[in-house]
């Protein structure tokens, strides 16, 4: 049986999940080893599953959350764009038929206090 997500509109359901419990263990899976994430320029990109998974956590506050509501999937064999109101992403299904973010381009109008 296949654990994690079973379509790329799950993935960003369980994305949105560990986000909102802020669970950095259910978010490392949700991506491929050498994944992409940027959420929002040169300062704010991580590439693999435990550099992102500290970019997230430092997104997690009160005035910011991610809610999965993906417009469109387009998908082609085991490769999908996903766009969504809050980010786009290209996901890939791995041998064990898991679907998982390679690149994700995380839409976050936040301001730090450096950047205001």
Known sequence: MTQGARTPEELDALFEDA???????ALGPLFEARALLDAGGPAREARGR????LLV????SPHFT????PR???Q???LA???AVQGTSVVRRGADGAWRYAISLLANDRQTKEEQ
């Open 81 to 83: 764009l996903v766009l």
């Open 50 to 53: 435990e550099q992102i998974t």
């Open 76 to 78: 082609a064999h085991d």
């Open 19 to 25: 986000f909102v419990l802020r669970d950095p263990a």
């Open 72 to 74: 469109r999937v387009v």
């Open 66 to 69: 991610y809610v999965a509501d």
């Open 57 to 60: 956590s430092t997104l997690w």
